[in-house]
């Protein structure tokens, strides 16, 4: 099925099975590419009609969630709704939970008492986790609910059928677990709780950047002489549209410098804490603020292909690209619900019918085996550490476009670097080797590269520019043979590639050399730092370029890179490419038009601040930062920790369920306990998540 994207606000899904239970009914009817994010509670799926869309709504519903409507808020104020649940459910069962420690003869250890406090929390209980359960059911994947369910459905009505049996006689408080019902469902609630707020802090850059998108455009018009200023909403802003700009306000859309001055705080963007200067001319995007200063701007794009909105589009969407290393949690998850039944049917019927430890104990560890076991922690384990990570990125001024590219940068063996633009400026450093004639030569070359649209004519223009150009002729560029004209005497002037191989250009007089200059492009600064932290990374670091062997084995050497080519052609470039990808995981950086292919190519494609909109494009990571080598470093140790993060994660998730459920099925833990430790288990995993946020990256 394909059609426009349809995105849906669902509240319900408390865990990662029910997110898969959700896609996995709707792919049955034909939403073959749903895709239901526990994280944020959304679910998209492509929809060619309104009525599909509804068909979709339906069948969400039909399982037992609740679709919002659009303009519910992303951020809910002040209490949720399973807060407020919590809060309900501990009303009632702190004091039934507290006749535990009482004498048996007190007034809450009634049975009608207890009864009455319990069953307002089991019904809240099976209107919670039972309609959530049976919807899984029906989708064919049970959730953990499903547990829940069963684990505090037993404990109640077990207590009713003991209250029955043994109705009036002493015995009758050994068959009395309403507490262990209303308990288990509370600490559920609390673990819900828990990981509703924790969740929320994972997409709290996602958060931020929304509010730093502007809400008031101000829109020049003219008639005639008259210019007035008119308030409009960002979004009806149009390519081409002259907008003022005052100090304090937030830019709305991305665009250029038309007049003015100030200071614009660019840290949404790029990351960086400081203010930068403005000038006419210069770009800027949308979510930054103008600190200081007033000025007009001409939009660029409209709002919603801002670079802020790709960043909030692109940390929002990390979760859908799943890494591999998901792929395995999923699977998991998927069957972990059944098994766990079936190891707590095993509990009750081989500890009651061979065990003799009595139908109560054998019972209550059955419901211990279900309520302690938790497979949300391994379908968390995953998302919660991608958006972590890609906002942290995000925040630092680095793109990164899916879960899937963290784990294979963090993979990655080799590094493959474009040279110019990329590892160094573009502005080069002149090295006079030799000059017969003085400041002449400065001179003429001074006016010859006047009409040079090389790029190497800009750095004599700004290295001869105080020197007056002498007056020459019939100046023109000849293929091959690089910069000619005449003098005022009638002498022929070239200034070109040199034949002398310890120089790169010459100026010729009359076919003689008079000067010659060696060329050296300047090394990006930080570049070294951040090739030495590659190559102690145990990441091979290469450099290939279209420049001439020797200027790139000069950038190599001065960069410590060992492995270098030059004069390759962009197919050439592919080739070495597509060797090293079908041998190990490689990354390509690069910013030029003919580096598009072998961005798109590479199993990680990186584009620097500055690279043409092809670079970016197929880059899957791109550095926004002004300082692209420090963003280069960042990106991959931010990958590399999100990657960890995820192993750490599943360990942690795997580890507590194979140990838990043995101790639970033994009878070791009680079914409070056990729900208690459920509660916090998925809680320890977000945790560790929410740790990518601020710890130092190493």
């Known amino acids: 099925m394909t059609g426009e994207e349809v995105s849906l606000k669902v509240d319900g899904m408390t865990c990662n099975n029910c997110a898969l239970g959700i896609s996995k009914s709707l792919k049955q009817i034909g939403f073959d590419d749903a895709d239901a994010n526990f994280i944020d509670g959304e679910v998209s799926f492509s929809s060619p009609s309104e009525r599909e869309t509804d068909k979709a709504i339906a069948q969400i519903k039909k399982l037992g969630y609740t679709v919002k409507d659009d303009s519910s808020p992303i951020v809910e104020n002040g209490l949720s709704s399973i807060e407020k649940k919590f809060i309900f459910s501990l009303i009632f069962s702190v004091p039934l939970f507290m006749h535990m420690f009482v004498p048996h003869h007190w007034w809450i250890n009634n049975p009608w008492v207890q009864l009455a406090l319990a069953l307002p929390v089991f019904i809240l209980g099976i209107l919670h986790f039972g309609k959530s359960a049976w919807g899984s059911l029906r989708a064919g994947m049970a959730n953990m609910d499903v547990l829940i369910f069963i684990g505090s459905s037993s404990a109640f009505l077990y207590s009713l059928v003991g209250w029955y049996m043994h109705a009036g006689t002493p015995e009758l408080h050994n068959f009395l677990f309403f507490e262990t019902a209303t308990t288990i469902i509370s600490l559920v609630l609390l673990g819900n709780v828990l990981e509703h707020r924790s969740v929320q802090q994972t997409t709290k850059n996602v958060q931020a950047l929304d509010k730093m998108q502007a809400h008031v455009a101000r829109i020049?018009?003219?008639?005639?002489?008259?210019?007035?200023?008119?308030?409009?909403?960002?979004?009806?802003?149009?390519?081409?549209?002259?907008?003022?700009?005052?100090?304090?306000?937030?830019?709305?859309?991305?665009?250029?410098?038309?007049?003015?001055?100030?200071?614009?705080?660019?840290?949404?963007?790029?990351?960086?804490?400081?203010?930068?200067?403005?000038?006419?001319?210069?770009?800027?995007?949308?979510?930054?603020?103008?600190?200081?200063?007033?000025?007009?701007?001409?939009?660029?794009?409209?709002?919603?292909?801002?670079?802020?909105?790709?960043?909030?589009?692109?940390?929002?969407?990390?979760?859908?690209?799943?890494?591999?290393?998901?792929?395995?949690?999923?699977?998991?998850?998927?069957?972990f619900v059944p098994a766990v039944l079936v190891i707590a049917a095993l509990t009750f019927t081989i500890g009651y019918f061979f065990g003799e430890i009595g139908l109560t104990h054998a019972l209550m560890n059955a419901v211990a085996v279900l309520v302690?076991?938790?497979?949300?922690?391994?379908?968390?384990?995953?998302?919660?550490?991608?958006?972590?990570?890609?906002?942290?990125?995000?925040?630092?001024?680095?793109?990164?476009?899916?879960?899937?590219?963290?784990?294979?940068?963090?993979?990655?063996?080799?590094?493959?670097?474009?040279?110019?633009?990329?590892?160094?400026?573009?502005?080069?450093?002149?090295?006079?080797?030799?000059?017969?004639?003085?400041?002449?030569?400065?001179?003429?070359?001074?006016?010859?590269?006047?009409?040079?649209?090389?790029?190497?004519?800009?750095?004599?223009?700004?290295?001869?520019?105080?020197?007056?150009?002498?007056?020459?002729?019939d100046t023109r560029e000849e293929k091959g043979r690089g910069m000619t004209a005449k003098t005022a005497s009638g002498e022929s002037v070239r200034f070109g590639r040199c034949t002398n191989a310890d120089a790169d250009l010459a100026l010729e007089i009359d076919g003689v050399t008079v000067a010659s200059y060696l060329i050296r492009d300047k090394v990006l600064e930080g570049a070294r730092e951040m090739v030495a932290y590659y190559n102690s990374a145990d990441v091979v670091t290469e450099l290939i370029s279209g420049d001439r062997d020797s200027k790139v084995k000069s950038t190599a050497e001065e960069l410590g890179i060992s492995k270098w080519a030059g004069s390759l052609s962009p197919q050439e470039k592919l080739d070495r490419i597509e060797a090293a990808s079908k041998k190990e995981l490689v990354a390509m950086v690069g910013d030029g038009i003919n580096d598009g292919p072998a961005l798109s190519l590479a199993h990680v494609g990186i584009s620097p601040k500055g690279a043409t909109a092809l670079a970016s494009d197929a880059a899957r990571i791109a550095i926004l930062s002004s300082d692209p080598m420090d963003g280069l470093k960042r990106a991959h140790l931010i990958s590399k920790h999100t990657y960890i993060t995820i192993k750490q994660n599943l360990f942690w998730a795997l580890s507590y369920n194979l140990i838990a459920i043995p101790i639970a099925a033994f009878g070791f833990l009680n079914p409070m306990v056990a729900a208690l430790a459920m509660a916090f288990s998925d809680v320890v995993v977000i945790g560790n998540s929410l740790r990518l946020k601020v710890k130092r990256l190493k």
């Open 220 to 335: 020049v018009m003219r008639v005639g002489k008259t210019e007035k200023i008119f308030e409009t909403d960002p979004a009806g802003v149009k390519p081409g549209d002259e907008l003022q700009i005052n100090e304090g306000d937030q830019i709305p859309v991305d665009g250029v410098v038309l007049s003015g001055s100030g200071e614009v705080n660019e840290s949404a963007i790029t990351g960086e804490s400081l203010p930068n200067a403005l000038e006419e001319g210069r770009a800027v995007y949308s979510g930054t603020t103008l600190v200081n200063g007033n000025l007009r701007m001409i939009a660029k794009a409209p709002a919603k292909d801002s670079t802020l909105q790709q960043i909030i589009e692109l940390v929002k969407k990390a979760r859908k690209d799943q890494p591999d290393i998901q792929k395995f949690g999923d699977r998991v998850s998927g069957v």
């Open 372 to 473: 302690i076991s938790c497979p949300c922690a391994m379908g968390l384990a995953t998302p919660t550490a991608v958006v972590a990570g890609v906002g942290r990125a995000a925040k630092n001024g680095i793109l990164i476009k899916g879960g899937s590219t963290l784990e294979r940068f963090a993979k990655v063996k080799r590094i493959l670097f474009d040279k110019t633009g990329t590892l160094t400026s573009g502005d080069f450093q002149i090295i006079e080797v030799e000059n017969s004639i003085g400041d002449r030569a400065k001179s003429i070359i001074h006016a010859i590269e006047q009409h040079s649209a090389h790029p190497i004519a800009s750095s004599f223009l700004k290295e001869f520019g105080d020197f007056p150009p002498e007056a020459l002729t």
